[in-house]
Nanobody, 116 residues
Framework: QVQLVESGGGVVQPGGSLRLSCAAS????????MGWYRQAPGKSRELVAT???????NYGDSVKGRFTISSDNAKNTVYLQMTSLKPEDTAVYYC??????????WGQGTQVTVSS
């Protein structure tokens, strides 16, 4: 059983920064891809960023240049540094990790609210 636990969400003013973390625990072999998705009220879940073992990253268009994803493979932890936050970044952010073969895993989500 694998569990992903996110932390670091909260309320921030426009232009501010937050850092999200997601740590995996349980029966873990190794993850091939780690990432972050988000879902705002009334909208579908969308890609924020992913990182593949080895370091290749991919970002959603709306966050390019403002968010940075990183990982610590030894700790099975993925991070999301968010800067220049905008009200439209308000959403529940979900961590995702998947092995090269097999089922991926989702975290429970952490709320990020950008508001003055």
């Amino acid at each position: 059983q694998v569990q992903l636990v996110e932390s670091g969400g909260g309320v921030v003013q426009p232009g501010g920064s937050l850092r999200l973390s997601c740590a995996a625990s349980g029966t873990i072999l190794s993850f091939f891809v780690m990432g972050w998705y988000r879902q705002a009220p009334g909208k579908s879940r969308e890609l924020v960023a992913t990182i593949i073992r080895g370091g290749t990253t991919n970002y959603g268009d709306s966050v390019k240049g403002r968010f940075t994803i990183s990982s610590d493979n030894a700790k099975n932890t993925v991070y999301l540094q968010m800067t220049s936050l905008k009200p439209e970044d308000t959403a529940v952010y979900y961590c995702y990790m998947a092995p090269i073969v097999g089922t991926g895993h989702w975290g429970q989500g952490t709320q990020v609210t950008v508001s003055s």
